[in-house]
């Protein structure tokens, strides 16, 4: 009686939520504080099970590739598409599929969860699966120590029940195999060894521990999935079935190649022998990025791409996968409780490949800061304007015609996909329109 209560009440500030344009966890704390179990009481009995991904950067992406591979193989999924990664965002998700009687219509829950809300999340409802990305500086007002981030994952994989999936390559990942209880098998993905000189600029070096990270170190017998990189677009993910690819993205850049091949780890973990390497390749190549990491806009006739940034990770990334094209460029920063305060971490990265073609406007709450920034390794700045509104309008109108790209921190980066949304008649955020 009580779920249905909650579920009824969620519903109801679900639509009253949409009808205002409010955000995505508002009718799950309604929901949540009416029955604090609502979790329990509707993944609990899935058939196949609980898939929870979580670490520091590419959840968003290898959740929405996952559950095309495995829907793809004919599984029903649940998951939260909008990238809310709290427990109150999975259940405003929940809420637009769930019918009153509190029973869902899926085989699978495939849940893209924050480092820390992923052990609230297991307090409730333990997860079968686990798919454990990478550990990185982001957020250092929430997680302190990227040992402490780590920390969190490890006590994640603890309470996993059957499979563990980890990624090789990274060594805060690969260290959690020592804490995965008796009778959870553990799995692997990675970059193989001859790909391997292209992961510096993608990982956190951790100086303190040498432990035999990286494919080389796996035993013979490990289950694992490898990258094998072509070129900048194509690839192969091999493994102890048959290989999957070569296969093209959508979204550009190794890191979404290694997302895949996460994403696959998982699926062969979770199908089996049903596991269908071509069915596996077509589902990967028609995946659209998600909003914001790397999504291309057609703004009359020309692309905007909006690019997420949000750690000195993924910012590095991201301007090695896209900064040396020559487009117009514009960069919002917030500092924003989602963002996380301390923006120091700007400083840790290198803007040289900015330096030639420059940057058009800087904005957001850190506006300024971005500019002193981009100073300091001589990029110049031709405009800073804090309103993200009038700097959106002033960039698509200073730069109409030519091709443009927006690097932004998460909240600035939400902001503005609502008013291109609106401009553009884009879809929702976590709905994908064929």
């Known amino acids: 009686m009580r779920s249905t209560l909650a579920i009824a009440a969620g519903k109801l500030a679900r639509g009253a939520s949409r009808l205002r344009g409010g955000g995505s966890a508002l009718p799950g704390l309604v929901t949540e504080r009416i029955d604090p179990e609502i979790l329990a009481h509707t993944l609990s009995d899935l058939p196949g099970g609980i898939i929870v991904v979580s670490g520091t950067n590419g959840k968003t992406t290898t959740t929405k590739m996952l559950v095309a591979l495995l829907r793809a193989h004919g599984q029903r999924v649940f998951t939260n598409p909008t990238g809310s990664n709290f427990t109150r965002g999975v259940i405003s998700a929940m809420l637009a599929e769930i019918p009153l009687r509190a029973r869902l219509d899926a085989d699978w829950a495939v849940l893209e969860l924050d480092e820390a809300h992923a052990l609230h999340f297991a307090r409730v409802v333990a997860p079968t699966h686990a798919l454990l990305l990478n550990v990185a500086r982001d957020q250092l007002d929430r997680f302190a120590e990227i040992d402490q981030t780590a920390q969190l994952l ?36 990675g970059v193989d060894p001859s790909s391997a000189q292209l992961l510096p600029a993608l990982q956190e070096a951790d100086v303190r521990v040498s432990d035999g990270a990286g494919a080389e170190g796996l035993p013979d017998s490990a289950d694992t999935s490898l990258l094998a990189v072509h070129d900048e677009r194509s690839f192969t993910i091999t493994g102890s079935t048959a290989d999957v690819g070569p296969l093209t993205l959508q979204q550009r850049g190794l890191a979404a190649m290694i997302n895949a091949t996460a994403a696959t780890a998982m699926g062969r973990a979770v199908l089996g022998p049903e596991f269908d390497p071509q069915v596996a390749a077509t589902a990967l190549s028609a995946v659209t990025p998600p909003f914001g990491r790397g999504e291309v806009i057609d703004v009359d006739g020309h692309p905007l791409e909006l690019v997420l940034v949000k750690n000195p990770a993924g910012f590095t990334v991201a301007l090695g996968t896209y900064g040396s094209e020559p487009v117009d460029t514009m960069i919002a920063i917030n500092d924003n409780y989602a963002d996380g305060r301390d923006v120091s971490w700007l400083y840790d990265v290198s803007f040289e490949s900015l330096r030639e073609q420059g940057v058009a406007l800087t904005s957001g709450v850190r506006a300024w800061d971005m500019a002193l920034r981009l100073e300091y390794d001589g990029v110049p700045v031709e405009h800073v304007e804090p309103d993200l509104d009038l700097a959106l309008e002033r960039f698509l109108r200073a730069h109409r015609g030519r091709p443009v790209r927006i690097f932004s921190t998460y909240t600035a980066m939400m902001h503005l996909r609502r008013q291109l949304a609106s401009r553009f008649d884009l879809a929702r955020f976590g709905e994908d329109r064929t």
């Open 154 to 189: 490890s006590r994640l994989a603890e309470q996993t029940t059957h499979t563990v999936v980890l990624n090789v390559d990274d060594s805060f990942i690969s260290r959690i195999r020592t804490q995965v209880a008796d009778g959870v098998s553990v799995r692997w993905f």
